[in-house]
Structures are given as C-alpha cells and as structure tokens.
C-alpha cells in the first residue's frame, strides 16, 4: 500500500510537469489540482510515518 501512495505521488508530479511546461495556460486549473493532490499524498505519507 505504501509504494502505491508513492506511485501515485510520482505520477501526479509528472503530469503536473508535463502539463504544465507542455500546456501552459491551455489547462489551467488541472495542473494546480494535481500539484495539490500529489503535495496531499506526500503529507499523508509522512503523517502516518509508513516509511520503507
């Protein structure tokens, strides 16, 4: 379960980089949501302390 939040963390970091350098203004919205998902996930990680 753990490396699965880390996954996903990952992922969203990349379609925020992705999106944002690729897409710029033409997405908005989306690249910040995920910035903030991928930011909550990192937090929630470190909170419960399930480190590897």
Do not use: Q
């Not at 699965?4 to 970091?13: A, E, G, H, K, R």
């Not at 925020?16 to 909550?40: D, M, N, Q, R």
Request: avoid cysteine.
């Amino acid at each position: 379960m753990r490396d699965l939040i880390w996954l996903i963390v990952v992922i969203l970091l990349i379609g925020w980089a992705v999106g944002y350098f690729g897409f710029g203004e033409a997405v908005g919205s989306l690249i910040h949501i995920l910035l903030v998902l991928a930011i909550i996930g990192v937090l929630y990680r470190l909170a419960t302390g399930n480190r590897p």
